[in-house]
């Protein structure tokens, strides 16, 4: 693997995590602009695109459920499974772990 097919892959895993921990952080649920914003805080600034493909990938691996509110905005929630993931006490290939200090 190239390195930037591997920085690719890693900063996947990143923004995946960063999902995760952003709606661990607001009560288990926001909804779709709320974490958009709250990933620009975090460093992250996904396309539309990487965004939804984030919370596609997420919602498949059973991680968060999502419910269309309008045309483009998505209320996100954290499940059970995913809130193991956030807080590093379970991990799941393709989530990156979150740091010993949080």
Sequence with gaps: MTLR?????????D????VLQVLEAGGNEANSRILRSSLEMLG???TSDQQRSALAWLEEQGLIRSTQLAES???LQLTE?????????ASVPGVARPAPDG
């Design 81 to 89: 499974r995913g809130l193991d993931v956030a807080e590093g006490r």
């Design 15 to 18: 923004l995946r995590l960063a």
């Design 44 to 46: 992250h600034r996904p």
């Design 5 to 13: 097919a591997n920085l690719k892959a890693q900063v996947e895993k």
């Design 73 to 75: 905005v998505y209320r």
